[in-house]
């Protein structure tokens, strides 16, 4: 990228922005953070500083957003990123309250009341190795194949001009909650009352708790082409809009639904799981 596609690039102008739009944008962020600032606090310590660190280097830099890259641009050029290490990975503030504050001050916004959408999908980061949580080898979207990779499920919200992640969460695929890797889940981590969830599972389960106004949901075909959840929003009353492959089977009559009865003059396992009766 040369410098002139660069300046382009922060050219405010360029995406409708006036100057003014942009002129105290800095104590924007910081009055942003204040807001927020109480969901980093421990029983011993307050860490939003680190937050706010944190917060700085995503916004400041393009590329190499680690921790001791962050700590060098933002505190210390000598910086080693210890701190934010600490504040991410092992400080014990909850995630759900900064979530959940984000999901009321948008329920609170009067332009918000109404036409919202929640859109349910995945995003996949490539990692280096499997030492962290929930890496593995899994299929990544971003590179339209299967690496080894951290992936979570997001549910974002919409509605002109407003475009934002309400709640997320990491998936942990199933060899994660074996016995072997007891140790591991220890070491990174993951709580002690998490169970394996599908991807599918953990996006109804945001759905539910969302305290945002919404009028519909929005999904691909990932989500939408599981009956099971499908079921699930149609019996709470939700308008979704789901993507499904172009050779699922569509019947303009509602047919008959549930578990085939067993025959006993037939040889094999009784029928356990519901399919389409009528013909």
């Not at 944008?25 to 421990?42: A, I, M, Y």
């Not at 917060?55 to 001791?68: I, P, S, V, W």
């Not at 969460?169 to 074996?178: R, V």
């Not at 945002?212 to 009353?237: K, N």
Request: net charge neutral; aromatic share 10%.
């Amino acid at each position: 990228m040369n410098d002139e596609t660069t300046r382009d690039i922060y050219d405010p102008n360029r995406w409708g922005l006036p100057a003014e739009a942009i002129a105290d944008l800095g104590n924007r962020l910081h009055s942003f953070w204040e807001r927020f600032r109480g969901c980093f606090k421990t029983k011993t310590r307050d860490v939003a500083g680190h937050a706010w660190t944190y917060l700085r280097g995503l916004l400041l830099m393009k590329k190499g957003r680690n921790f001791a890259n962050m700590d060098r641009r933002v505190i210390d050029p000598e910086g080693d990123g210890q701190n934010l290490q600490q504040f991410m990975s092992d400080s014990p503030w909850a995630a759900q309250p900064p979530i959940q504050q984000v999901q009321q001050e948008m329920a609170s916004t009067p332009g918000l009341a109404q036409g919202g959408v929640l859109l349910l999908d995945e995003s996949a980061e490539e990692k280096a190795g499997e030492k962290s949580a929930g890496a593995g080898r899994q299929h990544n979207g971003r590179l339209g194949k299967v690496e080894v990779s951290q992936v979570g499920v997001f549910l974002a919200y919409y509605k002109a001009p407003v475009w934002t992640w309400v709640d997320g969460e990491l998936y942990l695929q199933k060899h994660w909650f074996t016995p072997e890797m007891a140790a591991e889940r220890r070491r990174v981590g993951v709580p002690a009352e998490r169970n394996f969830a599908t991807k599918i599972e953990l996006g109804w389960r945001m759905i539910q708790r969302a305290k945002v106004p919404f009028e519909a949901v929005a999904m691909d075909d990932l989500y939408g082409r599981s009956g099971w959840l499908r079921r699930q929003m149609d019996r709470a009353g939700i308008l979704y809009m789901a993507e499904i492959p172009e050779d699922t089977q569509v019947y303009l009559t509602k047919p008959d639904f549930g578990v085939p009865p067993s025959e006993p003059d037939k040889p094999g396992r009784p029928f356990t799981r519901p399919q389409v009766l009528s013909d």
